[in-house]
């Protein structure tokens, strides 16, 4: 009886090692695995060409990365006061190695350049490679010029030689 005693303790401990061992590795994973959900407001835009910072009321933009799927909405006015809009919903999926989306509807209003509106219900998809840096992960959008740096609640955009969009996650 005694035996069978000890074979219980050990049977116990044993699963209760197991079970510790797996919770720290599941609590590893889970804070190793990037995290961009979240809303996100356009705060400001730096413009390379003339060296300028662009604010509200000039420009305008929101963006949700949530469970998957993303959507976002940027405006701008130019010194004329024409009109540049976007939007774009998308799905994702986002790993430690890969951003990789598609696209379910987008449109743009480019009134500064005299375009007519434009819409997307193509479902092009694509996929980039991401870069971690510390607590940074950089991705270039798949589908589009802008590359986008995450760190914490900061979101920057760059379009090369264009301009640097610094966008801060709404709590």
Request: proline share 4%.
């Amino acid at each position: 009886m005694e035996e069978n005693m000890y074979k219980k303790y050990w049977t116990i401990l044993i699963l209760f090692l197991i079970a510790a061992v797996c919770s720290a590795y599941s609590e590893d994973a889970a804070k190793s695995a990037p995290n961009i959900d979240g809303t996100y407001r356009l705060v400001s835009r730096f413009q390379v060409a003339d060296s300028s910072t662009v604010t509200a009321p000039d420009i305008f933009g929101m963006a949700t990365f949530e469970k998957g799927h993303r959507s976002t909405i940027i405006s701008w006015r130019d010194q004329n006061g024409m009109v540049f809009a976007s939007s774009i919903i998308a799905k994702f999926t986002f790993t430690d190695s890969s951003y990789s989306e598609t696209i379910l509807f987008g449109s743009t209003h480019n009134e500064i350049a005299g375009q007519p509106i434009k819409y997307n219900f193509e479902g092009q998809s694509g996929s980039s490679p991401v870069k971690r840096a510390g607590s940074k992960l950089t991705f270039k959008l798949p589908l589009g010029a802008p590359v986008l740096t995450f760190d914490g609640d900061k979101l920057i955009s760059t379009v090369e030689k264009v301009s640097i969009d610094t966008w801060e996650r709404i709590k």
